[in-house]
């Protein structure tokens, strides 16, 4: 048992080592170095073939399976060949994720896209939120909390490279040595707020106008935007009194009472690759006005500075919450 341990382990370390042969030579940045734990690997490249069968540094799933003894088995793992295909038709060549200090950035072609952004404190609240809700048991949340810090210590990125149309120049990926993010502060071209207040039955109002008033005033049936007294009941036991999403240049950022979330981290240019890659890949004539309207409302979004903030019943006796700060 213990030689078949050995031989396993080896052959593991072995896959590996054939991998990052064929690997980048920058490793991944980490949000924390100290301690007994990190994880840092260069880019790890997989190519796709036009069937959408996977390899990396030259090895196929089943030539690792081999190699490992079938303790590595990612013989399943295919990409579905009209996805590939289309891909390669529009000219989409490579998609990266990077797993780094301040969360999972995304590139297309090389070009970077919004992406999730959090910190160590943004991650853990996450956990302790859903627990709390009633979303996660206490051991999975506590497994969470657990692996928090090995992910604030473990830098990935994967690329995944697709067949390169015919006459197509190669782009190359992006600049490993580059920093991931860009965040700009910008003027706002609007500004939206809406405080939305929650009584005890669940209706939602705004400036003392529930939408049971806009109701019984105007025909209006706004049912569908109160909620269950029993999740209100379990957000107070869970000490919620607010939440608030704000939107700015640099993104969208979540917040529970004071705790900030993970949030999706944008620029200008970011939403312009967005709607640039929605063009490339649905490039004909039925998406004409669907292109335009994405092309007419990314830059838009990115230029309104709006806050809603839903405030809900507190327990008897807690002291008030003040919203966060920008």
């Not at 995304?106 to 979303?135: C, E, R, Y």
């Not at 009194?241 to 704000?246: L, N, P």
Request: with cysteine; net charge negative; proline share 7%.
């Amino acid at each position: 048992m213990i030689t078949s341990g050995r031989i396993t382990v080896l052959a593991v370390l072995l896959v590996m080592g054939l991998i990052l042969v064929g690997c980048g030579t920058v490793p991944t940045r980490v949000a924390e170095e100290e301690g007994g734990f990190v994880l840092a690997l260069p880019r790890i490249t997989i190519d796709v073939d036009s069937e959408g069968m996977p390899t990396i540094a030259g090895l196929s799933m089943q030539q690792i399976k081999t190699l490992t003894f079938g303790q590595v088995d990612l013989t399943g793992l295919r990409f579905p060949k009209e996805w590939v295909n289309g891909f390669t038709a529009n000219n989409l060549q490579h998609i990266e994720l990077v797993h780094e200090a301040d969360g999972i950035h995304l590139f297309a072609n090389g070009k970077p896209m919004p992406h999730i952004g959090w910190t160590a404190q943004s991650l853990a609240k996450v956990g302790d939120v859903a627990a709390g809700l009633g979303f996660l048991d206490p051991r999975t949340a506590n497994i969470l909390r657990i692996l928090i810090p090995f992910a604030q210590r473990t830098g990935l990125d994967i690329a995944i490279r697709f067949p390169l149309r015919e006459g197509a120049e190669p782009i190359p990926l992006h600049d490993p040595n580059a920093p991931a993010s860009a965040m700009v502060e910008e003027e706002p071209m609007a500004q939206v707020r809406a405080h939305v207040t929650y009584d005890e039955n669940g209706i939602p109002s705004i400036l003392s106008v529930s939408t049971r008033d806009l109701e019984s005033s105007l025909g209006l049936n706004l049912r569908a935007l109160e909620l269950n007294p029993a999740l209100l009941e379990t957000m107070k036991n869970a000490g919620i009194q607010h939440i608030t999403v704000r939107s700015t240049a640099n993104g969208l950022f979540l917040w529970v009472n004071q705790d900030p979330l993970p949030g999706l981290i944008w620029s200008d240019d970011y939403l312009k690759n967005v709607a640039d890659l929605y063009g490339q890949l649905y490039s004909t004539q039925d998406y004409a006005a669907i292109r335009e309207a994405v092309n007419m409302i990314l830059p838009v979004i990115n230029n309104i500075d709006a806050e809603i903030v839903l405030k809900f019943p507190k327990a008897p006796g807690a002291a008030d919450i003040p919203l966060p700060t920008p």
